[in-house]
């Protein structure tokens, strides 16, 4: 059973371009979460998908981000017009249902120049 | 709110003699409470969980957790430390609060195991 995926694994942009980032949950799950890892900061929420449906998007600043979970394919996190800040390590995890273990994919390193 | 600190930046210790990495939390009823370690331009491995039951959780790579409710604390031991135990390691705990049960994460502790 292969973990969860994510790509790219490394990302460069250039201020204003968009950044899409991909994970494929571990098979049989239909939870995925996304979270991301600033510089010298902890792993912060940002939302939380099931499949087609947005559950919790608390975390996800309100201008430029969107997430989507499709019927068919990845989960994909979309960031338009990326600014400097947005470099992060960006990580989905996810899980067979609601109260079990999340485990995470490998990440994705945003770098916006 | 619900919230863990990990009151470490930074844990040093030497190879073969135990090691503890802090966390406490503060939530309102019974905690789901994890422990994740990240190593160098990884993605975060699952250790061990507590949900309920014994307050000892064992655990992947030889680790374990204790769970003391009186103190709010869920530290991760190992008894012998490994040079390829240091990484990062993050507690966290459930959000029970919301839908979907977010985690909740520490600042995390940086682990450095030397020779």
């Known amino acids: 059973n292969a973990g969860v995926m994510q790509n790219p694994r490394h990302l460069v942009r250039r201020r204003g371009q968009e950044a899409r980032l991909r994970c494929s949950p571990m098979?049989?799950?239909?939870?995925v979460y996304w979270y991301r890892q600033l510089p010298e900061e902890g792993l912060k929420f940002m939302v939380y998908l099931q499949k087609e449906n947005i559950i919790d998007e608390s975390g996800m600043p309100k201008e430029r981000f969107s997430a989507e979970f499709p019927k068919e394919g990845p989960s994909i996190l979309r960031i338009q017009q990326v600014v400097r800040g947005d470099s992060a390590a960006y990580f989905c995890a996810s899980s067979p249902a609601v109260e079990e273990t999340q485990y995470f994919g490998p990440g994705t390193r945003l770098l916006v120049l | 709110a619900q919230s863990v600190a990990q009151p470490e930046d930074q844990v040093n210790v030497a190879e073969g003699n135990p090691l503890t990495v802090k966390c406490t939390y503060s939530?309102?009823?019974?905690?789901?409470l994890f422990w994740y370690v990240q190593y160098p331009n990884r993605g975060l491995q699952f250790l061990l969980k507590y949900i309920t039951g014994d307050n000892l959780v064992k655990g992947s790579y030889g680790f374990e957790a204790e769970f003391n409710k009186s103190q709010t604390s869920f530290h991760l031991k190992k008894p012998s430390a490994l040079v390829s135990d240091s990484a990062l390691y993050f507690c966290?705990?459930?959000?029970?609060?919301?839908?979907?049960?977010?985690?909740?994460f520490g600042q995390g502790t940086e682990l450095s195991v030397k020779p």
């Open positions: 098979k049989g799950h239909s939870h």
């Open positions: 939530v309102s009823g019974n905690p789901y």
């Open positions: 966290a705990v459930r959000d029970l609060y919301n839908q979907g049960g977010k985690l909740i």
